[in-house]
């Protein structure tokens, strides 16, 4: 068997991360079988003409088109989440899963020492769910948070989802003019009147003490495959195939990758999944290694975890939240509903065990801990690096 090794590519965020790469139905909740009409795909006319005029392109390059090309890309303009779309995430299968987290932000908030500002930023939001969830337990909580001036970021390169966001958000925004777009692309205020704004990218958002947030979205991040042949890494590309029309193909660069030699630390076999069919059809996504990731950045950074959602769910009281909920529900159609949703959530056998929780904290957070007087919501197993 060939081994494999996959680097996530982390464009400015600056790190690399070694993944498991893969069509959507692996990776995420509910599956549905990538169309398989080559013919006629726009995204593939386009890469084959690129890859024909320049030469093989990486997979990480393949990733970027295929998911955010501004024409044809997964996600740039049509609505992929939820019931009627490709796959379903948690905030989007029941509001108890923003609620914890709008908890936990809260919990941090007051454990961090009370910052008299606190820009939450989420990276990849989707239709707003999440963020809707959590910005009404921010509500619920004013008589804590009013001495502290909130504003929300969210990160997001699709237009479409951009705009759902929206309107899920806000009563009103304005895009930003064209010439001011180097900081923000969108603005408003939140239905519970916090300031919001939209960016490309990740380093436009201000700085200062800050909650990141980013949920099924390290594994929609470009990443680089290598291949080991008789002691040489060698990075996988993807060429036209030249006996089959309107197809692509899996090949080997003819050297050994300038990223092999930068950033080999072990590595994973794996088959390749097939993610040539339809570009821009169906979603792509590499498993996030979190292990890879405390290794490279575990002197910069402390983190607890990973531990998994049911796991984090529990230690951040679903139990008790679905007692009040089923208690105060007002029928029993919205008793089995909550009771279903929950069942997806936590059930190891559905999202309970295959999704995971992580974070980062700067060192000085963690150390508060050890005296037991601070502790991190959520997370009962103390880890640093
Ligand atoms: N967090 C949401 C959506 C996950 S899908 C949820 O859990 O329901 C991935 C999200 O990341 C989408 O909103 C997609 O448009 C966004 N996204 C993907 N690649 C991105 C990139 N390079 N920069 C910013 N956003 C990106």
């Known amino acids: 068997m060939s081994t494999y090794v996959r680097f996530r590519h982390f464009g400015r965020i600056g790190t690399h991360m070694h993944s498991v790469f893969a069509a959507r139905n692996v990776g995420r909740y509910k599956s549905s079988k990538p169309e398989d009409s080559q013919e006629g795909n726009p995204l593939l006319k386009y890469l084959t003409m690129k890859i024909t005029a320049t030469g093989p392109i990486t997979v990480a390059e393949y990733m970027r088109e295929v998911l955010t090309n501004p024409l044809k890309g ?88 951009s705009e759902i966001q929206a309107l899920n958000l806000t009563e009103k925004s304005t895009d930003a003019k064209y010439e001011d777009r180097s900081s923000c692309y969108k603005m408003g205020i939140t239905k519970t009147g916090l300031p919001i704004n939209w960016y490309y990218n990740i380093q436009d958002v201000p700085s200062g003490y800050t909650f990141y947030i980013a949920h099924e979205f390290f594994d929609a991040l470009p990443i680089h495959i290598l291949q080991k042949i008789q002691d040489e890494w060698r990075e996988v590309l993807i060429d036209v195939d030249p006996e089959i029309q309107h197809k692509l193909r899996f090949v080997l660069g003819s050297s050994s990758s300038h990223i092999a030699k930068t950033f080999i630390k072990g590595f994973r076999s794996h088959q390749l999944h097939n993610v040539l069919l339809a570009p821009g059809t169906a979603d792509l996504t590499a498993d996030v290694d979190f292990n890879f990731l405390k290794r490279m950045i575990g002197n910069y950074v402390s983190f607890l975890g990973p531990i998994t959602q049911s796991e984090f769910l529990r230690n951040m009281g679903i139990d008790l939240r679905l007692k009040v909920l089923l208690e105060n529900a007002k029928d029993a159609t919205t008793q089995q509903h909550l009771i279903k949703s929950y069942d997806v959530l936590m059930n190891p056998n559905k999202m309970g065990k295959r999704f995971q929780f992580f974070s980062l904290f700067p060192h000085s957070r963690l150390e508060q801990t050890s005296n037991v007087k601070y502790p991190i919501a959520g997370f009962t197993e103390l880890e640093t690096s």
């Open 74 to 161: 997964y996600y740039m303009h049509h609505d992929m989440l939820g019931e009627h779309g490709d796959f379903v995430t948690s905030p989007e299968i029941s509001q108890i899963f923003g609620e914890l987290i709008g908890i936990w932000c809260v919990s941090e908030w007051i454990s961090g020492g009370k910052s008299k500002s606190l820009n939450l930023v989420e990276l990849g939001p989707g239709r707003g769910s999440l963020m809707s969830d959590i910005l009404r337990v921010f509500s619920q909580f004013k008589h804590l948070l009013n001495t502290c001036d909130i504003s929300i970021h969210l990160v997001e390169v699709s237009p479409k989802l």
